[in-house]
């Protein structure tokens, strides 16, 4: 992907970046059409996809709160509005995943172990290197998109899937919610120190390797994180009410 010019002090970051996303999503390609040719049960792989989905969005708007109110974004005004309204953009979005379950008549799985490992790794860094947990969003924002595209849409195309259980991933097509570009477009925009460039990257990379590794899990290439997987259901009886209740009008902002 090409990115637009910055206030950066070196094209050199805006190049990292720019490959990091075009790597993801040509290795998210490759797992996609892999799996698309294989005899994996389609359906069962679609169940573990929304299940890491609603578990590693659960709670999402926590973080890009504790982006926006970390004082390095003091100076970022506008950067910390973006990641405010952000985060209240994505916080029912779990619920989303929850509901095209329900439409499958499906139940979400435990929390697999790599989305533990997620949560335990950036809510232990989100505080003091808030860019760790940006370069990991502009991965995961965008990953579905470019070359990957077509087998996204292919993946689309299973004979069980239809409007009222793909609410997920149609909302996160960039066509219709371009979360990644504005999210490429805040951050580019901003002038960055060398030292939050750097965590950029680091967690572009680092998000790529988690994301990959639920992907994996997903698609039934990973049987070892079955092993370390928690097997008891994590849901309470708020999280069920709560799913029982949603509907995608929920998703509307207040004005």
Same mark, same amino acid.
């Given at each position: 992907m090409k990115l637009a010019k910055t206030q950066w002090s070196s094209d050199s970051y805006l190049n990292q970046i720019e490959a990091l996303i075009t790597n993801a999503q040509e290795l998210f390609k490759d797992k996609l059409e892999?799996?698309?040719v294989s005899d994996t049960p389609k359906i069962e792989s679609y169940q573990r996809y929304l299940t890491f989905q609603y578990h590693m969005t659960k709670g999402v708007q926590r973080y890009f709160f504790r982006v926006a109110a970390s004082p390095k974004l003091a100076r970022k005004r506008k &950067?910390?509005?973006?990641?405010t309204s952000f985060a209240n953009e994505e916080e029912l979005h779990y619920l989303v995943a929850a509901s095209d379950l329900r439409?499958?008549?499906?139940?979400i799985l435990?929390?697999?172990f790599d989305v533990s490992l997620w949560h335990a790794y950036f809510n232990s860094v989100v505080d003091e290197r808030p860019f760790i947990r940006i370069g990991a969003a502009l991965i995961l924002e965008n990953i579905a998109d470019g070359c990957?595209?077509?087998a996204v849409k292919q993946a689309l195309s299973a004979d069980f899937m239809n409007r009222d259980n793909t609410k997920f991933l149609v909302l996160h097509q960039h066509e219709t &919610?371009?979360?990644?570009d504005q999210l490429v477009e805040a951050v580019t925009s901003a002038s960055l120190s060398d030292e939050d460039l750097e965590d950029l990257i680091l967690g572009a990379r680092q998000g790529t390797v988690f994301y990959l590794r639920m992907v994996d899990w997903a698609l039934g290439n990973d049987t070892l994180t079955l092993v370390a997987s928690d097997r008891r259901s994590s849901l309470g009886e708020k999280e069920?009410?709560?799913i029982l209740e949603f509907s995608m009008a929920d998703l509307e902002l207040e004005t």
């Open positions: 892999g799996y698309l &950067l910390r509005k973006f990641f439409a499958l008549d499906l139940e435990p929390e697999p990957a595209k077509p &919610l371009p979360h990644g069920s009410t709560d």
